[in-house]
C-alpha cells in the first residue's frame, strides 16, 4: 500500500547535475520527515539531506552542502533532491526515507554513478 517510488537516478559525468524525485502514495509525506540517504558498498549508509516535519528546516551532510538542495511538493506528495556539480565520490544508491514518531518508510533506492 504504503509507496515511496524513487526515479531520477543514472550515469553522469562529473560537474553534471542530477535531480532525484520521491514520490509518496497511500500516506501524506508532508506530515513526515522526509530524507534522502547514499549508501556504497562496505561503507554504511548516510544521511545526505532532510527536511524536517513539521517546520521545514533542512539539514545537510557537509559533504553535499552547497551542492545539493532537498524541497518537497506537498500538494504532490513528492520529494526533491536537486544535485549540482556531482563529483565522483557521490557515486551511491541513494534512498527515500519517510519518518513520523514509530512509522518509517524506505523508498527502493536508485543508482547514481558520477564519472570522472
Known amino acids: 500500500q504504503v509507496q515511496l517510488v524513487v526515479s531520477g537516478g543514472g550515469l553522469v559525468q562529473s560537474g553534471g547535475s542530477l535531480r532525484l524525485s520521491c514520490a509518496a502514495s497511500?500516506?501524506?509525506?508532508?506530515?513526515?520527515?522526509m530524507s534522502w540517504y547514499r549508501q556504497v558498498p562496505g561503507k554504511q549508509r548516510e544521511l545526505v539531506a532532510a527536511?524536517?516535519?513539521?517546520?521545514?528546516?533542512?539539514n545537510y551532510a557537509d559533504s553535499v552542502k552547497g551542492r545539493f538542495t532537498i524541497s518537497r511538493d506537498n500538494a504532490k506528495n513528492e520529494v526533491y533532491l536537486q544535485m549540482i556539480n556531482l563529483k565522483p565520490e557521490d557515486t551511491a544508491v541513494y534512498y527515500c526515507?519517510?519518518?513520523?514518531?514509530?512509522?518509517?518508510?524506505w523508498g527502493q533506492g536508485t543508482q547514481v554513478t558520477v564519472s570522472s
Open positions: 497511500k500516506f501524506t509525506s508532508s506530515s513526515y520527515t
Open positions: 527536511i524536517i516535519a513539521p517546520g521545514g528546516s533542512t
Open positions: 526515507n519517510a519518518y513520523k514518531s514509530v512509522r518509517q518508510y
